[in-house]
């Protein structure tokens, strides 16, 4: 059973069940033995003491036959109304008149009262019913057959045990114990697993990104306490990850001076160069310089783009970190927030052009919702990725597909490439990890794809990377036709 709620509710009924039908065999002997205790205050044992003597003497003697015996017992308990049952001086059951023998048969009733005659018989005798007595259970003392307290025919306090002495009062009084627990616990444990979903549902929200998201720790028991603990490691937990994003953009915000101090500078000095000492008469000023200082200046220039690219994706991933919460699940609804729709065949068609790739599929796609410069951002990354790695060109396909009934947009970035291992296939995307045998030389920090995962999770898509046939690799990057919108984010 999978809810625990049941599970506790059950075990408290079930455990209670028991309790009730313990307590109502101890209330059962409890009312037997106050009857037999009320009959004797009443006189009510003296009276069927001196009946059963009458009985007795009426009865034939020892000696005679046995069928005469039993014949003359039977005559007398159908006279009185009265169980009744004789056994021989050795023990033996001489006769038994049939409502005795149904009282034992049927367990209904207290037990049969010995007298012990002057023979050495023994006469065994039961009180005999009310009027209608058969009709309502054996055992049953009306106004006219009892020998309680009062005389004969006298319920007296008798009354008050019928219906426990016929069985049913006993039924009833567990059912309605069982009942009435039953519909007790329930709200009980209810309302106590109910607060430990509610728990879970606050961890599963805190997990899923929502990192401001508390709990109620309302209350001084065990969920409360525990809440109040998870409540205390989240605020530790979202206070450490707010402490990572704001470091990583100040320190991207704080590169970004010195990285414009440099391109400044690099300016400056192309324009020395051509004002220094070294123009000849009639010459134009030598705006390169000699071969080596052409070759620095590029190494610098490149070296400043990638610092420049490189801070830039740093401040992406860190604003998207941040709105990891808001990240749009595949077919949570339509576009809200007002954000715009995408083109997603003319953004993959420009940014083809723009790395010389070949778009050789295009169908059935229509437009998305999200954040363009989030989406063109993530092609491009795909396709720097292909260029730097790839061998040959570079291929791209752009359809339509359905993934777990949700229409999708899906776009393959197709290279000649190396490949990559399968056992690698989720690390690539990881900040900063690149393959074993990709040396610095080759260019990229190793942010580029693991920026694309995020983009595509924030758009509430996927990314992965297959083998191809043939050799290479195929990055797929799926993308929800109809989703909802995440949050734009701001630009920095």
């Not at 306490?225 to 979202?238: G, P, V």
């Not at 134009?284 to 000699?290: L, V």
């Not at 998305?368 to 092609?379: H, S």
Request: include cysteine.
């Amino acid at each position: 059973m999978k809810s625990l709620y049941l599970r506790v509710w059950l075990t408290v009924v079930v455990v209670l069940a028991f309790f009730a039908l313990g307590s109502g065999w101890l209330a059962q002997r409890h009312v037997d033995q106050e009857r037999e205790r009320l009959m004797l205050q009443g006189g009510g044992g003296e009276r069927v003491r001196a009946l059963g003597e009458l009985i007795a003497q009426a009865l034939p003697e020892a000696h005679e036959d046995q069928d005469r015996q039993a014949e003359a017992l039977r005559a007398w308990s159908e006279r009185l109304r009265m169980p009744l049952a004789l056994d021989d001086a050795k023990g033996r059951r001489i006769a038994a008149s049939a409502m005795f023998e149904r009282r034992q048969a049927e367990g209904l009733g207290p037990a049969p009262w010995p007298l012990a005659l002057d023979d050495g018989r023994t006469l065994w005798l039961m009180r005999g019913p009310r009027p209608g007595g058969e009709r309502r259970g054996a055992g049953y003392d009306g106004p006219e057959g009892g020998t309680g307290p009062g005389g004969p025919g006298r319920g007296g306090p008798w009354a008050l045990l019928d219906p426990w002495r016929s069985g049913s009062g006993l039924v009833a009084f567990m059912a309605a114990l069982f009942l009435a627990v039953a519909l007790g616990a329930y709200p009980v444990v209810r309302r106590l697993t109910r607060r430990l979903e509610t728990l879970q549902r606050g961890v599963e929200r805190f997990g899923s990104g929502s990192l401001g998201h508390r709990v109620d720790d309302s209350g001084q028991d065990e969920v409360a306490q525990l809440a109040a603990s998870f409540n205390r490691a989240a605020e530790r937990i979202e206070s450490l990850v707010q402490s990572h994003t704001r470091l990583v953009a100040n320190a991207s915000h704080e590169l970004r001076s010195p990285l414009a101090r440099l391109k400044v500078a690099l300016g400056l000095m192309q324009d020395a160069q051509m004002l220094d000492g070294r123009v000849r008469d009639g010459q134009a000023p030598d705006a390169g310089g000699s071969p080596m200082r052409q070759r620095l200046r590029q190494e610098i220039e490149h070296n400043l783009r990638e610092l420049d690219a490189l801070i830039e994706e740093l401040l992406l991933s860190s604003r998207l970190q941040a709105q990891a919460g808001q990240a749009m699940s595949p077919g949570s609804g339509g576009a809200v927030g007002g954000a715009a729709v995408v083109d997603l065949l003319a953004t993959v068609a420009e940014e083809a052009a723009r790395s010389q790739a070949e778009l050789t599929r295009a169908d059935g796609v229509t437009p998305v919702a999200g954040e363009e410069r989030l989406m063109r951002r993530a092609v491009r990354n795909l396709l720097e990725n292909a260029r730097r790695y790839g061998q040959g060109p570079v291929e791209l396909e752009l359809r339509h597909t359905v993934l777990r009934g949700v229409a999708m947009a899906e776009l393959r970035v197709l290279d000649r490439g190396p490949g990559v291992p399968l056992h690698e296939a989720q690390r690539i995307f990881e900040p900063f990890y690149r393959l074993p045998g990709h040396a610095e030389s080759e260019g990229g920090v190793g942010l580029g794809l693991a920026l694309v995962r995020q983009i595509a999770q924030h758009l509430g898509g996927q990314v992965d990377v297959q083998p191809r046939e043939g050799g290479g690799s195929c990055f797929t990057l799926s993308l929800p036709m109809q989703a909802g919108v995440p949050r734009a984010v701001s630009g920095g």
